[in-house]
């Protein structure tokens, strides 16, 4: 490659990168297993360490290719549908059937049966290196640290909060989160672990080291106005001024792209009627300290309104507005008592206080919680401190609450393209982006227009464990498009940056 190589996690020297052949935008984990891949380390189907998959019917499909690359397996969405299509009927194994069958595909060859050999299941993938197979690429995000929103924390709730999946679940392929965790304790990871947060991006942003890709991931950066160019896109690079470096802004060139960044970045903002309780004069250090003992008022019925609320210091008065509807339950109602007590507990308060709206006369137990299902907010005083709530009765309450925490989703957003691509990608006015925006067509294909391609969460795959699918055909299709060289491509873009009168690539 003609480029000098970027040195540190957290700074780009901008004389070194001009021009790469992939930019990936996001750090989260999706981003760094894609790394990983563009490094050179290439999946093969491995029938002999632990024998063919469990699953006879994708056994003998896998079988045709003998040894080659799963990069080649998955070399095309007809080819992926191929070897998926039997899984809604298979009789060995219980397949998702939410998660593209690509990202199924590669669940089942890292972890077979994971729901059910918890600790237990023994990969069928075996890992090469292969120095020709490497792509020139940058990982950049904006989070500080690699792991995406595992390193972000923009609800504010605790670092301890245990996560909904065990640490298998969160691993990636390079090194494990069981490697991790006997590097940093000195013993083996006990199963069925569900890892603390901060535990999980203590992991994530130590793997670009302990997985050798770390040259190429830099955090603290954002990436926008991407524009499609003559011969690939033009990436506008912003890192922020920090007290120890200066802000930094320029260019990259790159043949293809990869949108990594995700569903999670932005909190859904409260609605107007809320201002009163966001405005910084009632929200002063001294104010929030004088309204500490007053009640938490919690809004949503999801992970992240119970994430708040297990946060909050046990003697916390905690006013809780949720929707209630028997048809499209809470996500919560899938926890198991035994498996995710804190959030069974939630979703037991939110039942009660839901049975006590519709009859009354049940008995309920003092307690600092207070539940009130498919109610809303209909008058804040001046100063943020008195609401006025209308119950799903018809009654309304008044109540005194110190702080509010509003939590109806997060979502991503692709601002970051220039509108052209935008809608080239699916998405139109609006940037903004959930599991669903652009699911039509990553089912059709997880290239969305020529050389740009969706991993992760973006996809409507929020979970880890779905993620690898769709890195490794983006990384496979990557490889196979190697028509123009790397330095061909650097002469290309200066020669057509100098007809523009520019001459110079780095801005
Ligand atoms: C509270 C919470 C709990 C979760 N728990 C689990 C769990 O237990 N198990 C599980 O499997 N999944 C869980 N998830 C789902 C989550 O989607 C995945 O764990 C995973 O983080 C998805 O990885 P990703 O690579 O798609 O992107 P993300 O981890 O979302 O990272 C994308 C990153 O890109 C950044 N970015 C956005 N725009 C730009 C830009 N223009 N330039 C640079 N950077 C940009 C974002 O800020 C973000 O940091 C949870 C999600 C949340 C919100």
Known sequence: MALGRPTSSNHIPSEDVKCVDTVIVGNGPSALFLSYLLHGNIPTYDSATHGPHPDPVLHSKLSRYGNRPLFDVTE???????????FHAATHMSYSNQALPLNVLLDTLVQPGADTEIGGAKSRLKWSFDERRRIGHVVLGSAKEAGGQWA???????WDIETLSYSEMLSLPGYSFREHYRRRHGKAMPHLNRPTRR???????SYPRAAGISSEVFSSVYAHRINRTQFGFSVRVYRKPTSSRPQCEYTIHCKHLVLANGIFTN???PPPIFLPL??????????????KTLPLLVVGSGFTAADVIISAQPNQKIIHIFKWNTTRPSPLKGCHPLAYPEYASIYRRMKQSAADSTSPTSPTTPSNYE???NAQVIAVSGDGRVIKILTADGDVLERTIGTLK??????????????ELRKAVGVLDAAWVSADTLRRRVEADLEVTKNVWVVGSLTGDSLVRYALGGCVYAAGRIMADREIPEDELIIQEAAAAGRRGSGCLVS
């Open 406 to 419: 509003y939590c109806v989703g997060r979502r991503g957003s692709l601002e970051y393209l220039s509108a």
């Open 371 to 373: 539940g009130f299902p």
């Open 267 to 269: 909190v859904i903002p």
């Open 76 to 86: 095309s969405a007809r080819a992926c549908e191929a070897l998926t299509e039997h």
């Open 278 to 291: 966001l405005n910084p004069e009632n929200n002063s250090l001294g104010q929030q300290q004088r309204f």
């Open 152 to 158: 972000e924390d923009p609800v504010n709730t605790s």
């Open 199 to 205: 535990e999980v991006a203590n992991y994530y942003s």
